[in-house]
């Protein structure tokens, strides 16, 4: 007899909705992180410096940062159906101002309007594979692997739209997405989805915020947000401003480190639970540190490739790890992955912005040394969670 599997078990809306669902994540994957290898295009177009270039990828994750609340609030007005339409949208609206004007401040409306196209995708499909799935863990490592295979993608899609369009090939690039996420904005439309917002039951207050192991972990989950952000976003700039490499091989490198993340995150989801979640976190926040040495010690491109493949296998497994470092208090505390988010996003925001600043002031290279810091102090957290282990101290707050 054949193993029934969480999509077998669906009926035919059911089967629409996670159908739809996983191609909208695809091309949530694509326009995320095509960010970075779009920057210096857009940058060099525009004449922006490198301060307003690391504004606009903070703006994007400003964006992505806030859409945890208008997408918590606006379906209690609108319903979650029309709610997502429109916040899907501001994708199109995002990538339009980008092809059309050079304007500092509309731009940076448009990253923070992709940023919030993006969380409110990302919070409404995880919810709804929850939902339609029955919260099979099945359904949502496939739902985060068809993100990461967008990701993979996004850089190639600049590289061959630029050699169809040469200078203009950015903008090739942003209309496929316009056009793609249209289509998604269409099979959000046709949803058949309950339109009632369900509220947990449970506690709601803040007392998890005398936990000392919570703080420890917010604090990884800070400096782990702060450097994947700005690695995704500045790497590419990085390497064509320095001269190491031309801007098509750079792109490619970007695709590389998502696929180390994709096969990284395979990995865990296989053998995750047979690690230590400490041993876990230490070989992987050690060896994100130690790679992104490589990366910054040469100019080796046959060096750089595999400190690219390193830093996307280490990096795949410490947010997932983090997080279940403090799943009791996340279970028992509603309010508490909010405020995680919260804090783990600023330092998405911030760090950007910083690079850029130092990368004015004192060059790329200095810029990106910054994130060696924000990776070592990451490091130091996961070592103090590890004594806090051995002293007895556990995820809970009495």
Known sequence: MQR??????????????????????????IFAM????????????????????????????LGNLASGFIAGILPLYLGRKRSIVMLSSF?????????????PLLLLVAFLFTGISRGSVSNFNNTMVNEVSDSSPSALSFLHSVFAVGAIIAPILVIFSTKIAGDNGWRLS?????????????????????????????????????SRVFWVHAGILFFYLAGEATINGWIVKYFVDADIM?????????????????????????YGDRIKKETL???TTTGTVLFYFLLLSTTNVT?????????????????????????RTIKDFPMAMGVLLLLGG??????????????????????????????????????LSILQGKKGEVDSVS
């Open 4 to 29: 029934e599997n969480f999509y077998t078990r669906l009926d035919k809306r059911e089967k629409f909705i996670l159908n739809a669902v996983f191609y909208v994540f695809f091309v949530n994957g």
């Open 281 to 283: 976190l230490l070989v």
């Open 91 to 103: 994708v199109v609206i995002g990538f339009t101002l980008m092809i059309v004007t050079g304007s």
């Open 303 to 327: 060096l750089i490739t595999i400190a690219i493949f390193g830093i996307g296998l280490s990096m795949a497994g410490i947010y997932p790890t983090t997080v279940s470092k403090v799943g």
């Open 34 to 61: 095509v960010m970075g290898s779009l920057l210096p295009l857009i940058s060099s177009e525009y004449g922006l410096s490198d301060t307003l270039s690391g504004s606009l990828i903070s703006a994007h994750s």
């Open 246 to 270: 031309t801007i098509g091989y750079a792109q490619g490198l970007a695709s590389m480190l998502w696929m180390a993340i994709l096969a990284g995150r395979l990995a865990v989801s296989f």
């Open 174 to 210: 942003a209309m496929i997405i316009i056009v793609l996420t249209s289509i998604s904005v269409i099979f959000f439309s046709r949803m058949d989805m309950k339109e009632k917002v369900q509220v947990k039951e449970g506690k709601k207050g803040y007392e998890f915020l005398k």
């Open 346 to 383: 600023i330092g998405a925001i911030v760090m950007p912005i910083l690079t850029g600043a130092l990368s004015d002031a004192f060059g790329i290279y200095a810029g990106m040394s910054a994130i060696v810091v924000v990776l070592i102090m990451m490091m130091v957290l996961v070592v």
